[in-house]
């Protein structure tokens, strides 16, 4: 990536994008592309790891390519299906025209002609304005086996189709692998990658982000709701807001037309931030006067 040259020139083309992030994500984002590695982000969910594989695609002006991981996902529908409705079609109307050549007509089914091609082979693919950006999203989703088989393809660059062959990558994409760790991913797949954990921004960090994503928002109001979602992540809750949920409530306090928070205001929008019941009933009432009363204490000046 010439245009690229320092960890700087990250820096500033995430936030071109309206991504805030630290000097150690924009070093390892840095390496990653420099050395051609894979990224592999930890964290827990909304903390931004989806986002920096979309801030990174529209920086680039590369393509974005999602395979959105979940249980049961095999290899197969990673890659490729063929598009048996369509072959069927072709196997009637050459049943239909009379003299089908069986032999013929199988080689002529699976061609590209009748190929669906899922992520991991379009990220294969050459692309406009370069290898685009695979995104392998919450891969703790998935088992051993899916595992073993992108180890390979990671390592390659390259995934076979019994029918047409081999196809490798004329440059390998942009890979970048998130995990909210539900479970532990293998140690090889992470040797393959660079790592990083994505936590929690700092207060100012958060402000920073909230002024990006929801710039009309008062200072006020960006600096209590980041204060107050800041000390609920410090609570007993069965799902922490992530900075996602931050953005979300702040939008709505918006469109609410909410100037400073109350604990009426905060017992009516709390389904923009906790998504559990359980958690919201915890948050009722005096509970969340309290979590405000010591959100804006720790506002007020020394």
């Given amino acids: 990536m010439s245009?690229?040259?320092?960890?700087?020139?990250?820096?500033?083309?995430?936030?071109?994008?309206?991504?805030?992030?630290?000097?150690?994500?924009?070093?390892?984002?840095?390496?990653?592309?420099?050395?051609g590695r894979p990224l592999f982000l930890e964290g827990e969910?909304?903390?931004g790891k989806t986002e920096i594989a979309k801030a990174l695609a529209a920086g680039l002006?590369?393509?974005?390519?999602?395979?959105?991981?979940?249980?049961?996902?095999?290899?197969s529908s990673a890659v490729y299906e063929?598009?048996?409705?369509?072959?069927?079609?072709?196997?009637?109307?050459?049943e239909a025209s009379g003299g089908v050549d069986r032999e013929r007509l199988t080689d002529e089914l699976f061609t590209e002609d009748f190929l669906i091609e899922r992520p991991l082979l379009q990220a294969m693919r050459p692309q406009e304005g370069g290898a685009p950006v695979l995104l392998i999203d919450e891969l703790d989703r998935t088992d051993a086996p899916f595992e073993a088989f992108l180890l390979e393809a990671l390592s390659d660059f390259q995934v076979t189709i019994p029918e047409l062959g081999t196809i490798r990558a004329p440059e390998p994409?942009?890979?970048?692998?998130?995990?909210n760790r539900t479970r532990e991913?293998?140690?090889?797949?992470?040797?393959?990658c660079l790592y990083h954990w994505v936590d929690y921004p700092s207060?100012?960090?958060?402000?920073?982000?909230?002024?990006?994503?929801?710039?009309?928002?008062?200072?006020?109001?960006?600096?209590?709701?980041?204060a107050f979602v800041q000390k609920l992540r410090t609570e007993d809750l069965f799902k922490k807001p992530g900075?996602?949920?931050?953005?979300?409530?702040?939008?709505?306090?918006?469109?609410?037309?909410?100037?400073?928070?109350?604990p009426e205001v905060i017992a009516d929008t709390l389904g923009a931030i906790l998504k559990y019941q359980d958690d919201i009933q915890k948050m009722q009432g005096s509970e969340a006067k309290r979590i405000l009363d010591e959100a804006k204490a720790g506002l007020e000046p020394a």
């Fill in 173 to 179: 994409p942009i890979v970048v692998l998130t995990s």
């Fill in 82 to 94: 063929w598009n048996f409705a369509e072959q069927m079609i072709a196997i009637r109307a050459a």
């Fill in 3 to 35: 245009e690229l040259t320092s960890i700087d020139d990250v820096e500033a083309m995430l936030a071109g994008q309206d991504y805030v992030c630290g000097r150690s994500l924009a070093t390892v984002v840095f390496l990653g592309l420099r050395l």
């Fill in 243 to 262: 900075v996602a949920e931050t953005i979300d409530w702040a939008k709505c306090l918006l469109a609410l037309d909410v100037m400073s928070l109350s």
């Fill in 45 to 47: 969910a909304g903390v």
């Fill in 61 to 75: 002006g590369r393509r974005l390519i999602r395979l959105q991981c979940y249980e049961g996902l095999d290899a």
């Fill in 203 to 226: 207060f100012d960090r958060e402000i920073e982000i909230l002024q990006a994503r929801a710039p009309e928002a008062a200072e006020m109001l960006s600096r209590e709701v980041v």
């Fill in 185 to 192: 991913v293998h140690d090889a797949l992470k040797r393959r």
